[in-house]
């Protein structure tokens, strides 16, 4: 089992940057499947970004492409999210999660593990 907490998101104007951090407790977090998700009240839960047990594979969202980076210290027990020229509809809670297969990384239900959320606000 893991537990996961998010950390770094905040308020920001449109075309900066934030880096959220999601930090994991035990000593298995380099077995898991980390992924980042973005939900907005009423509606589902969106795929941002994951990254492999290695790090060595990651996959992005079509509305992140280019703009957000995905990495992890398994050293640190911490994954993490640089998101840069951020824009007004980014602004959502954003998730950390976790999951055992490198497989269906874009679905959330696949997911076991997720931390509370943080949140992330652009303003125009």
């Known amino acids: 089992q893991v537990q996961l907490v998010e950390s770094g998101g905040g308020l920001v104007q449109a075309g900066g940057s934030l880096r959220l951090s999601c930090g994991a407790s035990?000593?298995?977090?380099?077995?898991?499947?980390m992924g980042w998700f973005r939900q907005a009240p009423g509606k589902e839960r969106e795929f941002v970004a994951a990254?492999?047990?290695?790090?060595?594979?990651?996959d992005y969202g079509d509305s992140v492409k280019g703009r957000f980076t995905i990495s992890r210290d398994n050293a640190k027990n911490t994954v993490y999210l640089q998101m840069n020229s951020l824009k007004p509809e980014d602004t959502d809670v954003y998730y950390c999660?976790?999951?055992?297969?490198?497989?269906?990384?874009?679905?959330?239900?696949?997911?076991?593990?997720w931390g509370q959320g943080t949140q992330v606000t652009v303003s125009s």
């Open positions: 999660a976790a999951k055992a297969t490198w497989t269906s990384w874009a679905v959330a239900g696949a997911y076991n593990y």
């Open positions: 035990g000593r298995t977090f380099s077995s898991y499947v």
């Open positions: 990254i492999s047990r290695s790090g060595s594979s990651t």
